[in-house]
């Protein structure tokens, strides 16, 4: 019996190592001017699409989304945060499970480039990095400098090794190639540290893959790696020739491609609803199939930042909106667009030989919606405190061990009187400031807010600050973002500062477990924060979007799920909820809001409210009742920019004293009377750029920031795509003008400026002239 066994599985396994002989094994390569396949040409049209940002439900129907608007390639970051949320302890399973994603792929025909970072951007917490590397009070990251960053970051390159390296082509699966870090050039200049990079990934298991780099079209240079093929980033309505001039003349043999073609744009709280039209997107994509460039568009969808995973950028430091939607082809719930649609017809025209694209688009999935309905149970915060942790010197979160959500910090409050103020020194992100219960205000990272007025108090009090952390920086130097409170709170008076201490900390997690456990009653809305539970029923389920304008500020999480955060400000007012997590009959959710909400009452609208903005004066560039007065100052320049869309660098005649640095537009290219600029740079006495860390705008006199997103901080806010606009109302004509506060004094000896990235679009600059002063302008 034994043997008959022994014979048939014998028999079995030659079978079905014959079989996989048969299938025949691909191969993919770097070759001279072109990406080649199975030894033919193969132009890559990429969708990138995120795992995290998507139920796993519902990965299988945006991948055959992708498939149907064209595409024959999937591009999906690894999200190190995501798989290791405490250090060591590893997660692919489930909502995590990557390799599971690729096989998904595979099973439609689609191949996969897989970018593991160690950091991806990506309007993601921390660009990807754990948090707990914050734990370390001297951490560097993204450079060889820092050993502890690079070990952690060689053991998580071994686990996401484990799962995908046996999918390479090679090995019978569909990646066919693997990035190197992201756009490193706009953070660093370590190139050992972009080797050990590359080796690790290598030495991880990825050693029969092709690897390449992205970066921007001038800057992708100096971290160039031996067998690295370089690609480089840019958004829609791009000028194509320009963007490839350079590197296609520098590696006149490698294939050309734009590893991220932005689509579109991702949302700040508090600032307009971004979006980049059909035709620009479509306009560079065509540019880029005529000439035989490969792509990857970011994103092709995507998708919902659930949790606590939104990022933020800085300076000027401003925080990501729930929604990801990115305004691409395919909606933030997997709808078709008219971008969509257009994708579709156009990639039609520029298949690979034998290749399809599917006749059927994938069905919609069912939308519900769900009558308005009342959380009617509320568990106050403060008198739902968990078991305090005690330290003498304030400290930030990381330090009490806790990765998101807010943290509450109290402390005694000597007597004093009303003549004195708290400095909060920082705040990360949002706090609201209680004495002795009373509420004394807010503050606001956003707008750089410090100081607190306090209230007169005849004996000792108790001071709470509750913080909440809304999102770590994902982008530039500003990366290492501690939350709660970084430095210090001192009370200021007259003669003296005092420094307080003996802090009892509350840490508020995120987790659901947490906010379940609270003890919850019946009651209507309070004004102090508080979570609010309630159900509602449902007799079938689908995809809605719960409208939770009537909210203030926090989180909500559904049947467990953790869904979001939201923010009154706008511009997006109603959180999309998957009807996978939803079930039939009785449905929990439960919101934390930190500002009191107007109702407590929540709705499943049909369709998304990612436009909604409740505009917030304070953060306008040009105050009520200003207007710049040049009158009596003395130009330090005039001269005239030249048209296109590149870089350009003026000199003064002589360096120059200034803080303030006044640029005044005269007039544009097509004289439609608007400015507008995308980047800006200030040249010290030795020709370098001067840090911008400190930059903010003392006055513009006109900001579009209702119907698109361009305030006057876009000149420095390291995104190359994105710009400052004068009103498209007009409301002022040329000049227009902008002032830098330098944050202190330098020798100045030029700028750099570049404008908008749109060929021959609207709005360019022209003449200009320059003003440069060591105190404020009059305005
Ligand atoms: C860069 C990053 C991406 C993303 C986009 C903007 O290109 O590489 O991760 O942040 O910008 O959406
Ligand atoms: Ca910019």
């Keep these: 019996m034994k043997r008959i066994i022994f014979i048939v599985f014998a028999i079995h396994i030659a079978l079905s190592s014959c079989s996989s002989l048969l299938k025949k094994k691909e191969t993919f390569e770097v070759g001279n001017r072109e990406f080649v396949l199975n030894q033919k040409p193969f132009l890559i049209r990429a969708a990138e699409i995120h795992y995290p940002r998507i139920p796993k439900e519902y990965w299988e129907h945006r991948i055959e989304m992708c498939k149907s608007m064209g595409m024959n390639t999937i591009c999906l970051y690894v999200f190190w945060n995501i798989h290791e949320q405490k250090m060591d302890s590893f997660d692919f399973e489930g909502q995590n499970d990557i390799k599971e994603f690729c096989e998904l792929a595979q099973k439609h025909g689609m191949y996969i480039i897989v970018r593991p970072g160690p950091y991806v951007c990506a309007e993601w917490d921390m660009g990807g990095l754990p948090w707990w590397l914050l734990k370390k009070e001297d951490i560097q990251v993204r450079t060889k400098e820092d050993a502890f960053f690079i070990e952690r970051m060689k053991i998580y390159f071994s686990k996401v090794a484990e799962e995908l390296a046996p999918l390479t082509l090679n090995n019978g699966g569909n990646i066919i190639m693997v990035q190197v870090e992201n756009e490193y050039p706009l953070y660093g200049n370590d190139k050992e540290y972009m080797t050990l990079v590359k080796d690790a990934i290598v030495d991880a298991g990825f050693n029969n893959v092709e690897l390449f780099t992205c970066a921007w079209s001038h800057n992708y240079k100096p971290t160039m ?42 949302d700040h709280w508090g600032r307009p609803h971004a979006t980049r039209s059909v035709e620009h997107m479509c306009g560079s994509m065509k540019d880029m199939l005529d000439r035989k460039i490969s792509f990857s568009l970011y994103m092709a969808h995507g998708g919902t930042t659930f949790g606590q995973w939104g990022g933020a950028n800085t300076p000027p430091y401003s925080t990501m909106a729930t929604s990801y939607d990115y305004d691409a082809p395919i909606s933030e719930a997997g709808w078709v667009t008219p971008k969509y649609t257009a994708v579709r017809e156009l990639l039609g025209n520029y298949l690979n030989e034998g290749e399809e694209i599917p006749e059927k688009i994938p069905a919609q999935n069912p ?76 503050l606001d990272r956003r707008r750089g807010e410090k100081i607190l007025d306090l209230p007169q108090t005849n004996k000792e009090t108790r001071l709470d600050i509750l913080v909440e952390a809304t999102g770590r920086v994902n982008f530039g130097g500003g990366i290492i973002d501690r939350k709660g409170i970084t430095k210090s709170v001192t009370v200021l008076d007259n003669k003296q500062k005092m420094e307080l201490k003996g802090w009892e900390v509350y840490n508020f997690p995120v987790d659901h477990k947490f906010q379940a456990s609270l003890d919850y009653k019946k009651s209507g809305k309070i004004d102090v924060p508080a979570w609010y539970r309630g159900t509602f029923n449902l007799e079938k389920v689908g995809d809605t979007f719960l409208n939770v304008e009537t909210w203030g500020k926090g989180m909500v999480w559904v049947n467990g799920y953790n869904i979001g955060r939201y923010w009154r400000i706008g511009p997006q007012q109603a959180l999309y909820m998957p009807g996978c997590w939803l079930k039939e009959g009785e449905n929990e959710i439960i919101i934390l809001d930190l500002d009191t909400p107007e109702a407590c009452t929540v709705e499943g609208l049909d369709k998304p409210v990612l436009d909604d903005l409740r505009p917030d004066k304070t953060l306008f560039s040009r105050k009520e009742g200003e207007t710049l007065d040049l009158s009596k100052e003395k130009a330090a320049m005039k001269d005239s920019f030249k048209s296109g869309n590149k870089w350009q660098k003026f000199n003064f005649k002589k360096t120059q004293k200034c803080r303030y640095f006044c640029l005044e537009a005269l007039s544009g290219f097509r004289n439609d009377g608007m400015a507008s600029m995308a980047e800006f740079y200030v040249l010290d006495k030795n020709g370098k750029d001067i840090s911008r860390n400190d930059w903010s705008i003392a006055y513009a006199d006109s900001e579009e920031v209702m119907q698109d997103n361009n305030d006057a901080a876009k000149i420095f806010d390291l995104q190359e795509s994105t710009f400052w606009h004068t009103s498209w109302s007009k409301e002022k004509e040329f000049p227009h003008h902008v002032v830098i506060d330098l944050g202190k004094e330098y020798d100045v000896s030029g700028f750099r400026y570049l404008p908008r990235p749109q060929e021959n679009g609207p709005a360019m600059i022209k003449d200009f002239r320059i003003f440069l002063k060591e105190t404020p302008f009059k305005k």
């Design 367 to 442: 939308v519900i919606t769900i009558p308005e309905f009342t959380l009617e149970e509320v568990a106050p915060l403060f008198s739902n405190l968990p078991e305090p942790k005690f330290s003498e010197e304030i400290k930030p979160m990381e330090m009490f061990d806790q990765g998101w959500g807010r943290i509450l910090y109290r402390t005694k409050l000597p007597a004093g009187d009303d003549k004195r103020k708290l400095l909060i020194d920082e705040v990360h992100d949002w706090a609201v400031v209680y004495v002795d219960g009373e509420k004394i205000g807010k």
């Design 225 to 266: 790696l031996e067998g690295v093929l370089p690609t480089i980033n840019f958004g829609a309505g791009s000028n194509i020739d320009e963007q490839f001039k350079d590197i296609s003349k520098d590696c006149p043999t490698i294939p050309l491609m734009c590893s991220e073609y932005w689509s579109g744009w991702f």
